[in-house]
């Protein structure tokens, strides 16, 4: 009974931390502080991924995933997959390099064909933009990524991004992506897929680095704070560890 009331009291105070961190950290941030933000690896990989396509004269696929909707909980890791595609989408049409974005949810489609659309436009080339760049598969993950294989394989795709909500059909596509030989980067909060990702993909994003990528990549400012702030309690929580590992291993508690 008191060693659940410890864990939940201590639930609590990281929670509250990260409440109060994130309110001072957007504070800070909007009276025009910049947060230090340490540009990703996986920021430069993706450009990688956009020129080896130009150079190639060959398509970009960019899933945000295969499972789940954004009335699930699985909803921030599809928004993070979104943010990457958002990023690649803007760096394709500026060098008019052919893309398709594939769905596993209706939702998820209507999102990203307004945002590929609304990309095209900014850019001033709204005539560039195709109806099938954007594509809904199936709502079934093995149907999906049944036809997320063929599209790899029919439509000379050179560059994978797979990031977002995975579950078994994550093997599936980044398989298929290597046996082409394409230039992938896989990326996903649940944890259990990521082994798959780690010997398919040439770049890998574990666990919560898709949420930084996603706050890095959307320039969201409240986004940005939250995850500064995560850092610090991690940090807290860290330095708290060490200094009571030393205290236990002296005899002083």
Request: some cysteine; glycine content about 8%.
């Amino acid at each position: 009974m008191v060693h659940n009331l410890f864990q939940n009291e201590a639930a609590l105070f990281i929670i509250i931390a990260i409440m109060v961190l994130s309110s001072i950290s957007y504070m800070l941030a909007k009276r025009g502080k910049k947060l230090a933000l340490r540009r990703l690896k996986a920021v430069d990989f993706l450009d990688e991924c956009v020129g080896r396509a130009a150079e190639m004269g060959g398509k970009i696929h960019v899933t945000t995933g295969g499972y789940g909707s954004l009335y699930s909980e699985y909803a921030p890791q599809i928004l993070a997959g979104i943010s990457a595609m958002n990023y690649v989408v803007s760096k394709a049409a500026a060098l008019d390099v052919p893309i398709i974005v594939t769905t596993c949810q209706p939702e998820v489609y209507s999102l990203c064909d307004a945002l590929v659309s609304s990309i095209y436009k900014v850019k001033g080339k709204p005539e560039n933009y195709k109806p099938e760049m954007v594509r809904f598969l199936s709502g079934s993950q093995f149907a999906y990524s049944s036809a997320v294989l063929g599209i790899l394989h029919r439509e000379k795709v050179v560059s994978n991004i797979i990031i977002g909500m995975f579950a078994a059909e994550s093997l599936l596509i980044g398989w298929a992506g290597k046996l082409i030989g394409a230039l992938q980067i896989g990326g996903t909060a649940n944890t259990a897929q990521l082994p798959f990702f780690a010997v398919t993909c040439d770049e890998l994003l574990i666990g919560e680095d898709i949420y930084a990528l996603g706050a890095f990549l959307s320039g969201d400012v409240l986004q940005q704070s939250g995850i500064a702030s995560e850092d610090l309690v991690k940090l807290a929580l860290i330095a708290i560890i060490i200094v009571s590992s030393i205290l236990k291993s002296l005899g002083v508690i």
